[in-house]
């Protein structure tokens, strides 16, 4: 079974500071992604990367940035954290190719920014 | 970018009751169409997805989805819902570069 983890459960960080979640997929998948989880909102694309080093925005990057420096890790960096950022974040990797990829999901990051 | 609209976002039905719920999307080109399902405090899980053939398509746990180019949607489907399948029901699209896109989410409940 394909399994992507996410290091932390929970986290609370205070305004301001640099904030990093990670995020290992361990099944060899090209694809990464990170998602943000809001009540009423649904699941909305901060970032996808495709393969190494190699990132494209999705309808809300701003206040983030991520890094893909190994195929099997993905990070997600809060410049500098702000109470709307609170939210839970999930990570999800799918195989290359053409599209139709599903994705599969790790449990999720409960953020909280005070 | 494709976009998703799920445009009930809370339905409540009997145990026993058929179940749909609706899914419209936004892509220019062929679509690459999922159904996910988070029951709570749980992780997504696929249900099932379309992307080329037979429009009417089976998933797990009894669900059915059907594909209509003509009206963008690709409602989900279950003929005898059950208790246990409260939960929250996410509709995707999929860009051929593998890009995906959700749905704000139906939540469904289901009553005795």
């Known amino acids: 079974d394909v399994k992507v983890t996410q290091s932390s459960r929970y986290l609370v960080k205070r305004t301001g500071e640099k904030v990093f979640l990670e995020c290992v997929q361990d099944m060899d998948h090209e694809n990464m992604f990170w998602y943000r989880q809001d009540p009423g909102l649904g699941l909305r694309l901060i970032y996808f990367s495709y393969d190494v080093k190699m990132k494209e925005k999705g309808d809300i990057p701003e206040g983030y940035s991520v890094s893909r420096e190994k195929k099997e890790r993905f990070s997600l960096i809060l410049e500098s954290a702000s109470t709307n950022q609170t939210s839970m974040y999930l990570c999800?990797?799918?195989?290359?190719?053409?599209?139709?990829?599903?994705?599969?999901f790790g449990s999720g990051t409960q953020l909280s920014v005070l | 970018a494709q976009s998703v609209t799920q445009p009930d976002i809370h339905i409540t039905v009997s145990e026993g009751a058929s179940l749909e719920l609706r899914c419209n999307y936004s892509y220019g080109a062929t679509p690459y169409l999922f159904w996910y399902v988070q029951s709570p405090g749980q992780g997504l899980q696929l249900l099932l997805k379309y992307f080329s053939g037979d429009t009417l398509v089976q998933g797990i746990k009894g669900f059915e989805a059907e594909f209509k180019r003509s009206q963008s949607s690709f409602n989900l489907r279950k003929p005898s819902v059950h208790w246990s399948d409260a939960a929250e029901y996410f509709c995707?699209?999929?860009?051929?570069?593998?890009?995906?896109?959700f749905g704000a989410g139906t939540r469904l409940t289901v009553k005795p």
């Open positions: 999800a990797s799918s195989a290359g190719g053409t599209g139709g990829r599903a994705l599969f």
């Open positions: 995707a699209v999929g860009a051929w570069n593998n890009d995906m896109r």
